[in-house]
């Protein structure tokens, strides 16, 4: 017998024996009131109330063990309402949870079998809240907890700010689903004072995304996708295609379709076509349509997930080709969150951490419905590469576009000068004469807005003659005495240069809509990028001008040798300069 038996045994016993002892010590000392019968008549009639101090199965040596949960049963459901109002009272900053199994191997309530029950205490022991469960699962927990949480913010409880549990790594984003993200960085940004934080810019959707989780709903869904298209020119009839699914699953579990006005439509996939159901046909005839083009970033990997529900998505239009041959990026396939931070400076996207185990972006996406988070993270994957797609339309492709031929240059045209291979952009100039082999060009640039500051360049004189030969422009720049005017002639070779569109009327830059965000400064002595700086000018110098980030294969790209977290700072200590 385990020690908790015995030491309950041992006190029922004794609270049976100090109730017995006052109760005959009691009657002994009243006297007979009842005619016709002895004092010993009378003191046998009176303790027939307490017949199971008397009875065979209490004078035994010890109670038996059904004997025992009877009179705790008893016990304990004699207090109920006291005890749920009591716990209802508890609350807690630091709680810990697991499923317990020593209750009864399976027992039924309203017809549902239970095997576990789960127990949440405080840091002081106590007992928040218990339910009964079916498994190990927490899915079933999830609105339990809602409603725990809904208790702590009626009696404004503080907290809680940590769940201690033995499957941590399972069950972080149930716990920041229900609780709201609960880490040691809520307890330590409390003191934090105004100055050490700042405000971002992060992607914010102007319309909130629906989700479709059956077949009915999924068909009027396309059906109002469909009339938008259908009333759309030709050039815009295009729709945003992007997916999620969970980690190891061939299919994907939900499908994101925006629309170019900003409207965002979810299809979970993994509910609507469960149980062997047929994927909507009505969805299936959108994605296939030839007539309608398909933007995402990254999409290959949408379209392989996609043939897992026999759907062939076709025509595809990959933003990270559109980015590299408009010279936005140095491979065919940046992230999201890159391309929005180069067409709009300072504007990040949310739920893009990649060593986050608790990432939106890494969550249970099979489970229906879905999370406010995962909804908020699907809204703004389906709004953002619609707007970055515009963006770059009205970015000309030197490859295409703006070609200038000997008998069109004129003094005051406005070009783009690219460096050799139209890869990468060095600066927007205004054209000031033909040199005489008339296959070179005087050009005026701010030397201030060069984008390609690595490129050589040769600075002409006002009459055309040579002054300086073979410089960097940020050789030039940083050699600048203080007030002199960072506007210097160069020559530049005219296939090379691109005219220049002018922004005006519909050309006005797309917007992106953002909202402001509260973050922790992150402190930085700054040492780190002094010594990338010394390494990166000394790849500009190496390369003869050549941007070391205009290789897409790698080939001729200096810090392929370096590891990929270093180039990438590497590159943002050039965009930040």
């Not at 908790?4 to 009243?30: C, D, P």
């Not at 009864?104 to 549902?112: E, I, L, Q, S, Y």
């Not at 045209?413 to 070179?440: C, F, P, T």
Request: net charge neutral.
């Amino acid at each position: 017998m385990s020690g908790f038996s015995n030491v309950m045994e041992q006190a029922a016993k004794h609270r049976h024996l100090i109730i017995a002892g006052q109760y005959r010590s009691w009657t002994e000392t009243l006297t007979p009131t009842i005619t016709g019968h002895s004092a010993a008549e009378v003191l046998g009639m009176r303790r027939q109330a307490f017949y199971e101090f008397e009875s065979s199965e209490y004078t035994e040596t010890k109670p038996s063990n059904s004997y025992l949960i009877s009179r705790l049963i008893l016990l304990m459901e004699s207090s109920n309402k006291y005890k749920e109002r009591r716990m209802q009272m508890m609350d807690g900053v630091h709680l810990s949870g697991d499923h317990s199994f020593k209750v009864v191997k399976c027992c039924a309530t309203r017809g549902k079998p239970f095997t576990a029950v789960y127990c949440l205490l405080n840091e002081f022991s106590q007992v928040v809240a218990w339910w009964l469960t079916t498994g190990t699962g927490m899915d079933e927990l999830e609105e339990p907890f809602r409603q725990l949480r809904k208790r702590f913010d009626i009696h404004g409880f503080d907290g809680p700010l940590s769940v201690t549990t033995d499957r941590c790594c399972h069950e972080r984003y149930f716990w920041n689903g229900v609780f709201g993200p609960m880490n040691a960085d809520a307890a330590e940004n409390a003191h934090l004072l105004p100055g050490d934080t700042d405000e971002i810019e992060v992607v914010h959707p102007p319309h909130n995304a629906r989700c479709a989780y059956d077949t009915e709903v999924a068909g009027a869904l396309v059906g109002e996708i469909s009339r938008y298209i259908a009333n759309e020119p030709s050039e815009r009839q295009v729709i945003v295609v992007d997916g999620e699914w969970t980690i190891g699953n061939s299919k994907m579990d939900l499908l994101i379709i925006g629309l170019l006005n900003g409207q965002v439509f979810l299809f979970h996939l993994a509910q609507i076509c469960r149980r062997g159901a047929q994927f909507p046909r009505a969805l299936k005839s959108l994605l296939e349509d030839p007539k309608l083009s398909k933007v995402g970033n990254r999409i290959c990997h949408d379209v392989r997930k996609l043939q897992g529900w026999n759907v062939n998505l076709a025509p595809v239009v990959e933003l990270g080709h559109l980015a590299n041959d408009r010279c936005l990026s140095p491979n065919k396939a940046p992230s999201l969150p890159y391309l929005v931070n180069k067409l709009y400076p300072g504007v990040t996207m949310e739920g893009k951490e990649i060593s986050s185990g608790s990432s939106v972006r890494t969550s249970n996406w099979n489970r229906s419905p879905l999370t406010p988070e995962q909804t908020h993270y699907a809204n703004g994957d389906g709004y953002a590469p619609g707007v970055v797609y515009l963006r770059m339309m009205q970015i000309m492709d030197p490859r295409t576009e703006g070609k200038i031929r000997q008998c069109d240059v004129a003094v005051g045209m406005k070009v783009v000068l690219y460096l050799h291979g139209l890869k990468n952009r060095v600066a927007v100039g205004v054209i000031r004469g033909m040199q005489d082999n008339k296959k070179k060009v005087t050009v005026e640039i701010d030397m201030a807005h060069a984008e390609c500051k690595s490129a050589i360049v040769h600075t002409v004189n006002d009459d055309g003659s040579i002054e300086e030969e073979g410089r960097s422009i940020h050789s030039l720049y940083s050699n600048l005495r203080e007030g002199e005017s960072s506007i210097v002639n160069v020559s530049w070779e005219l296939f090379y240069c691109r005219r220049r569109r002018d922004q005006v009327g519909e050309d006005t830059p797309i917007e992106m809509n953002t909202c402001t965000k509260q973050v922790v400064i992150d402190s930085n002595d700054g040492g780190e990028d002094e010594l990338h700086a010394r390494r990166y000018d000394g790849d500009d110098e190496a390369n003869n001008g050549c941007d070391s980030s205009s290789s897409s294969d790698g080939g001729n790209d200096n810090r392929t040798k370096l590891s990929r977290n270093l180039r990438r700072r590497l590159h943002q200590f050039r965009k930040e300069r």
